[in-house]
């Protein structure tokens, strides 16, 4: 600042110039404590609120700060995993191990498994998800088929048929007393599929039973609750004992075994009795005319309390939504 003084026919004349120069602040602090106005309610309290560029912590992100669901890393408690995903963080990272070669895509490798998973326990559309990720539906799509190849191929052999040996050892008392030798519980399960374009396939899809198009597969578990065996898909017209013959399961039985069943299965006893290997098949008795006998009843009872032990894998594995009902596009990879 400097002034300037002159004089003009006896009059002094002064002039003050100044040079100030202001820096922007880096941060505003707003500070607002409690006020109160008389007849204006109760007071209200204001809690320090710091606002402009460095009002983040230096260690957190903006996306870290955010309320809200951003991938893997938002996932705390092990609950929640199993609610959104269907695994515990132990077999995520298991999974996420075995696929550590999988698509190398836009995002971590965390994120794209539980894109996977997502897809897998929830149903949900390739858009939807998008939505959640903040990707496009076909980068979902790309990265749901890169993972669902790539892990189906690399976990192939925990679907795994086991030895007599490991079978008698893991065998509960309740079959050790009344069938010492089962080797295999069996069943067939339907799942739904959209309506086929061509009128060949709507016929070879469509099941009677379940009066829908679906596909059927041959399901095996061991008296210990271990799932050993699943077949490849056939259409909802095919008959349990057809999918059984095709499957290749029969050639897995040895001498002596025995194999539970329901009543859908009589016609796969001539298969076995051809093989020569005495394999015996249990199934519960079929009604005749004057009904069952006590020792029919009794049978039938037992056979039942047995049979669960299928019906439960199958219910678990019914438990992933996307099992409700396969797109036309998913059929090559059923």
């Known amino acids: 600042m400097f002034t300037i003084i002159r004089e003009n026919g006896g009059i002094c004349e002064t002039e003050i110039q100044t040079n100030l120069s202001f820096r922007k602040p880096e941060k505003v602090i707003i500070s607002m404590k ?3 106005e008389i007849g204006c309610g109760p007071s209200l309290e204001y809690a320090d609120k710091q606002v402009g560029p460095n009002s983040l912590d230096a260690n957190c992100s903006l996306l870290e700060c955010q309320s809200g669901f951003h991938g893997f890393s938002a996932i705390k408690d092990e609950q929640d995993l ?4 269907g695994v515990s963080f132990s077999r995520f990272q298991l999974l996420l191990t075995v ?3 999988c698509y190398m895509g836009p995002m971590s490798k965390k994120d794209m498994l539980l894109i996977f998973l997502i897809k897998m326990k929830l149903g949900l559309t390739y858009s939807s998800i998008g939505v959640l990720f903040n990707i496009h539906r076909t980068t979902v799509s790309r990265i749901f088929h890169a993972y669902l190849m790539y892990l189906a191929h690399a976990c192939k052999y925990l679907v795994e048929w086991p030895t007599k040996f490991v079978n008698e050892q893991t065998m509960p008392d309740c079959f050790k007393k009344e069938y010492p030798n089962c080797r295999a519980i069996i069943d067939c399960t339907e799942f739904k599929v959209e309506e086929p374009p ?6 070879f899809f469509y099941s009677h039973y379940k009066h829908a198009y679906t596909v059927k ?3 095996a578990c061991s008296p210990g609750g271990e799932i050993t065996f699943v077949s ?3 259409g909802g017209r095919t008959t349990d004992a057809q999918i059984t013959n095709q499957s290749g399961f029969l050639n897995l039985i040895e001498h002596g075994d025995l194999i539970m069943a329901d009543k859908g299965f009589p016609e796969i006893k001539s298969a076995l009795d051809a093989s020569g290997k005495r394999v015996v098949l249990i199934m519960p008795p079929f009604l005749k005319k004057y009904g069952f006998t ?4 009794r049978d039938s009872q037992k056979i039942a309390n047995l049979r669960i032990h299928v019906e439960r894998v199958i219910q678990r594995i019914k438990t992933y939504k996307i099992t409700e009902k396969f797109s036309i596009s998913e059929f090559e990879h059923l």
């Open 232 to 234: 490849k898909c056939f």
């Open 294 to 297: 006590a020792d029919e009843v």
């Open 34 to 36: 409690s006020t109160a």
């Open 217 to 219: 597969v041959l399901v």
């Open 99 to 101: 696929a550590a070669n």
């Open 198 to 203: 061509q009128i060949v396939q709507r016929a």
């Open 82 to 85: 199993i609610d959104l995903a």
